[in-house]
């Protein structure tokens, strides 16, 4: 009997202590599932690149990123040269691949140059995402822009339709070492190659800003006053031209198209000082640019070369809608 009491008083601690330690592991690991972060996504940190920090346009650019990054949780930075400036633009891409940042949206300004260096911020493992200006022989994942060859066509066609009789025009593009200003002018030039009576006269450059399109412009207009009309290829070459245009009273007798549709260019047309210009898509070039990004960080498909939408515009076709100017993305 005692024996039987004993062996009950056995199984009894035994089952006992089995059910314990089963509840303890269970509970414990319940709790270390717990205490572990749920999950989130990663917080990239992305680095847009512009030609210019506080460029107008630029900043449409960055607005675009900007909610992007905010839509997908992602950190964005905007660092760049404060003024146009090859050396520091390229020592920032390298700044951010050394501090190994998630991936890098830049334009691809000069294919010499940056060919080389968007393929070493690869090898470190670093993607790149060219935005506004292609470089197509290096290994960037993906471009996001203008077709710029095509936009200078346009430009070239808007000015064939716009003008009777001969016509000398002077360019003023941003840089000479550029690529997208090179495939502007090039574009241009084969649109109007068949037509004799338009001529190219002189091309300068303005390093993307408005006080040297006005000096170029003042220097051209002493050079060859034959000139009848001026095709500026970056954002603030056509507000520098038409400022000096109307300086010197030639306004109604010169013809001028630019890029662009920064609210300047846009009072200016509306005012007939610039007869028309070349619409881009800056802040949805910012918006997909983040967007692509973070598919290529998630391991998705993208498609490599994303042309943003670009037209000529004139002064009827005023007022564009706010949401055509900011392009506001609803998704
Ligand atoms: C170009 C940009 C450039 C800007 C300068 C735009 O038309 O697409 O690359 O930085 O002009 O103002």
Redesign the pocket.
Known sequence: MGRTIVGVFIVLFVTAFSFFVYFSIKSFSIESIQAQEPYTKPNYHLVLV???IN????KLVEKGARSAAEKLGVTLEYAGPKQ?NLEEHMTTIEMAAAAKVDGIMT?G?SEEQFTPLINNTIQKGVPVITV??DAPKSDRIAYI??D?YYAGLLAGKALLADTEGEVNVAIIT?RFD?T??KL?VQGFKDAIKEQERVKVTTIEDSH??RIQAAEKTYKILQEYPEVTAFYG?????AIGISQVLEQMGKTDDVYVIG??I?PETIELLKAGKIEAT?I?K?YEMGYKSVETMVQILEGKAIDEINHTETRVIHREDLPLQENEILEVIEK
């Not at 460029?55 to 630029?58: A, F, L």
């Not at 290829?233 to 070459?237: E, G, I, V």
């Open positions: 512009p030609e210019e460029n107008d346009y630029w146009a334009q300004l506004d200006t822009g203008t710029n941003g550029a997208h200003q502007r993307i800003t290829t970056s954002a603030l070459d890029f662009d920064l070349v881009q800056p």
